[in-house]
């Protein structure tokens, strides 16, 4: 049986009560044996088990974990923040949800709207350059991963919608072309 126990198993199981409506006991005890058999948790794990809490409404479990993953070096992506700003407002700590918006990489939101395809509708591409507009002003300096992540968005958007000559004056506009990308 422990042969056919690896990280997807666990983590179907954890993400089963999370959209099954079990409460975090359940879910922690998967993850407890999970740990115990030498499967180390990845990002889905982790963005599993916080939507569990961000239904059942357990905060500090849920500040726990988003710490754990922090440690553990593992990537948090939009749906990571999502559930933590749920665990946060349905506990009752709406101060704490606008602390942790504004720690979010605006990375995350980019390449999370560009992942899920949302910089290709109509005006989208207006938005993030906004996002970078408002990072600046925030005094937020773009890093590499924003770049990346506003230029995946804008090639979708070009080769979906052949968009080039309005993009490219909008790109030298915003310093985007002065990036240094690898």
């Known amino acids: 049986m422990k042969d056919m126990l690896n990280l997807v ?5 954890i993400d089963v009560c999370g959209k099954g409506g079990a409460n975090f006991k359940r879910a922690s005890i998967i993850f407890d ?18 939507a569990v809490c961000s239904g059942a409404g357990p ?12 440690y553990r070096g593992i990537d948090q992506d939009i749906y990571t923040y999502n ?24 990375s995350t939101i980019i390449r999370g709207c560009a992942n899920a ?12 350059l906004n996002i970078g507009k408002e990072m600046e002003s925030m005094g937020i300096k773009k890093d590499i991963v924003t770049y990346n992540a506003l230029l ?15 993009i490219v004056p909008r790109f030298v506009e915003q310093n985007l072309s002065h990036a240094k990308l690898h």
């Not at 749920?86 to 990489?105: K, P, Q, T």
């Not at 395809?117 to 993030?128: T, V, Y």
């Not at 995946?152 to 080039?164: E, L, P, Q, T, W």
């Open 59 to 70: 905060w500090e479990t849920a500040r726990s974990l988003f710490s754990e993953m922090v």
């Open 117 to 128: 395809g949302r910089l290709d509708s109509l005006g989208r591409c207006e938005e993030a």
């Open 9 to 13: 198993t666990f983590n179907a199981l």
């Open 33 to 50: 044996e999970m740990l115990s058999n030498g499967v180390q948790p990845d990002r889905i794990t982790y963005n599993s088990l916080l």
């Open 83 to 106: 559930a933590v700003l749920d665990a946060a407002c349905n506990g009752g700590h709406i101060d704490v949800a606008f602390e942790i918006m504004s720690e979010m990489h605006y």
């Open 152 to 166: 995946d968005g804008f090639m979708r958007y070009i080769h979906n919608k052949g968009f080039v000559p309005r």
